[in-house]
């Protein structure tokens, strides 16, 4: 760890002044030295309180290399944190991954704003300043090529989970968006490395509309957390959403998806209702009524059960 984010993690961890003095003695360096670090943090985008009682974190919404790193090993979580802004996370976590400079590792890359944010099936996901932009590659011990639309599922839930801290009539729709109430307030993008039949890595890409502004020509069917009355730091659902991850994508790979079932029916805005699934040249209309093993819609149309393996789903 770099001096710099050891003063840093001293400071988080305080939650008060700490004298200067008192930082270069726990680390063997000059008060000048000290002062230099802060300086740099400062620089980072990182709110520090000089003053003559010491210096002091000052928690602000401002995502930055440090904080987060610092509070993902406070964690005990293993990536590699990266903070950039970028044309899409999932584009530069792959590009991180072709040049093999990430030794193999978990990487969590996080954009305080997207040029250019991907969303399924090529398009275009909204991604101003605001708002939680990130991409988890997570190297899985087993998992097969039949488990990506499974992981997809399963991260929509851990959103759901999250959110549901914040704002009530959080809902899943089948595939990879979360809603509030009938507005969209988070997008997933999985993509995978693999190895013959087996996944090397997922990228799992993110996006979540925090306190970002909403386009006008989207506001009808997009929302954010600040437009249902909450105030919240990004950090904080970062983290939250990292570490859900990995305790359940762990859990995933012992137990599989059925021991995350019935939760996933009781938050689907999707099963129950009758829906219209656009699947390549086909329109199915009928009543959704649950999920095959494989993590596909079933929808009954006129009698018979379909298999929706991938479609634009209106509910």
Excluded at 1 to 9: E, L, P
Aim: hydrophobic share 40%; glycine share 8%.
């Amino acid at each position: 760890m770099m001096t710099s984010d050891k003063i840093f993690s001293m400071l988080l961890k305080s939650g008060e002044y700490v004298k200067g003095e008192q930082i270069a003695g726990l680390l063997g360096i000059t008060r000048t030295a000290v002062n230099k670090h802060i300086k740099k943090l400062q620089s980072e985008g990182i709110e520090i309180d000089a003053t003559r009682r010491g210096y002091k974190y000052i928690p602000s919404n401002t995502l930055t290399r440090v904080t987060l790193s610092s509070k993902i090993l406070e964690c005990g979580l293993p990536p590699q944190v990266i903070v950039e802004v970028v044309d899409s996370t999932n584009t530069a976590v792959k590009a991180i991954i072709s040049s093999g400079d990430n030794e193999g590792n978990d990487i969590l890359f996080v954009a305080p704003m997207q040029i250019r944010g991907r969303g399924r099936l090529t398009r275009q996901f909204e991604s101003s300043e605001g708002g939680v932009y990130m991409t988890l590659c997570y190297n899985p011990k087993s998992l097969s090529v039949t488990d990506s639309l499974k992981i997809v599922l399963l991260t929509g839930l851990c959103v759901a989970r999250v959110l549901s801290e914040h704002v009530a009539d959080v809902t899943i729709k089948w595939p990879n968006d979360v809603f509030i109430k009938d507005k969209k307030i988070c997008g997933i993008l999985l993509e995978s490395v693999l190895n013959e039949y087996m996944v090397d890595k997922i990228i799992l890409g993110i996006g979540v509309n925090v306190s970002n502004n909403i386009p006008d020509n989207l506001s009808s069917i997009v929302t954010s957390l600040a437009e249902n009355g909450v105030s919240v730091n990004r950090e904080d659902i970062i983290i939250k959403i990292t570490k859900l991850l990995y305790k359940e994508l762990a859990e995933y790979e012992i137990s599989g998806f059925k021991s995350f079932l019935d939760e996933y029916i009781s938050k689907s805005r999707t099963i129950g209702n009758i829906v219209t699934v656009k699947s390549g040249e086909r329109n199915i209309t009928g009543q959704a009524v649950g999920l095959s093993e494989e993590g596909y819609l079933l929808v009954n149309n006129c009698g018979v059960i379909e298999k929706v393996i991938v479609g634009d789903v209106e509910v």
